[in-house]
């Protein structure tokens, strides 16, 4: 059993799916984010980014998406200014323009210290295409974010055509918190098992890398202590899939944690990767 309470939702790897992410100052000046601006607030550090004061992050995802949880930590803690308001649209395409609805003001703040990015807050809102968060620091100057997690699911009929994991039996996707290993000793060895599914009834995907992913590590480094293998064959960093037909389902990978003796005791995530090099 492990310490610290599993997800309730699929949290959105929106540093990797084609998600863009802006800024929008009070001037309404809008600012695409890097990469790395974007990792610092998908990750579970304390790395952060500077909104500034009464500024908006603003989330607009290449699909429909279906909202269940969030989590949004920042620097400071609520007396320094409190949270703003979190807002939702289905049809902008720029962060400013369409329709915008509020679904939370204020939205819940919380705590910027691992653990307690596993403490996220419910939400319900479906056919979603942009989020916008406003950083409502009134600190007299920017109270930054360390982390804005999103957690749901792509809409009904949104990208037919992708990857998705699946149970190593049942016909159902993996559950949101079926990789975590949960507390684990030192010296020890675990193995999860899954497959990838096509969801694509009319395209083939093609040389399918399956990998594992993070976005902050730990001291020993924690990534490299993971490995993948592909129906009982040898364990490596990567494995590779070399098609899978339309509504097709993988042989059987296993994840393996390999926990050496000086391991580091802390809290750690990672993300599983499938993606097909072409489709056909």
């Known amino acids: 059993m492990s310490t610290y309470s599993s997800y309730a939702g699929h949290r959105m790897a929106y540093h990797l799916d084609g998600t863009t992410v802006y800024r929008i100052d009070t001037n309404n000046t809008i600012t695409q984010l890097n990469s790395t601006q974007i990792g610092y607030l998908n990750d579970e550090s304390t790395s952060s980014y500077a909104v500034g004061e009464r500024a908006h992050i603003v989330f607009i995802f290449p699909q429909l998406r279906d909202l269940t949880h969030y989590f949004i930590g920042r620097e400071g803690t609520s007396y320094n200014g409190g949270a703003g308001t979190f807002e939702i649209s289905s049809d902008t395409t720029t962060g400013l323009d369409g329709s915008w609805s509020t679904i939370a003001s204020p939205y819940v703040l919380g705590n910027n210290t691992v653990p307690n990015y596993r403490t996220i807050n419910a939400l319900s809102s479906s056919g979603i295409k942009a989020v916008r968060i406003e950083n409502g620091s009134t600190y007299g100057g920017s109270l930054n974010f360390t982390a804005i997690h999103l957690f749901g699911t792509l809409s009904s009929g949104e990208t037919p055509?992708?990857?998705?994991?699946?149970?190593?039996?049942?016909?159902?996707?993996v559950s949101a918190s079926y990789f975590d290993f949960g507390d684990k000793q030192q010296s020890?060895?675990?193995?999860?098992?899954?497959?990838?599914?096509?969801?694509?009834?009319?395209?083939?995907?093609?040389?399918?890398?399956v990998s594992m992913a993070t976005l902050t590590d730990l001291s020993p480094t924690a990534i490299g202590n993971?490995?993948?293998?592909?129906?009982?064959?040898?364990?490596?960093?990567?494995?590779?899939?070399?098609?899978?037909?339309?509504?097709?389902?993988?042989?059987?990978?296993?994840?393996?944690?390999?926990?050496?003796?000086?391991?580091?005791?802390?809290?750690?995530?990672?993300?599983?990767?499938?993606?097909?090099t072409s489709w056909t």
């Open 161 to 173: 055509n992708r990857l998705d994991l699946w149970h190593p039996t049942l016909n159902q996707r």
């Open 188 to 209: 020890t060895v675990t193995n999860i098992s899954f497959r990838v599914k096509n969801q694509s009834s009319t395209q083939t995907a093609n040389t399918i890398v």
């Open 226 to 276: 993971y490995t993948l293998n592909l129906n009982g064959g040898s364990f490596a960093s990567t494995q590779t899939i070399s098609s899978l037909a339309p509504n097709a389902t993988s042989d059987v990978l296993t994840l393996k944690l390999n926990n050496p003796s000086n391991a580091a005791l802390s809290l750690w995530a990672g993300t599983v990767k499938a993606l097909a």
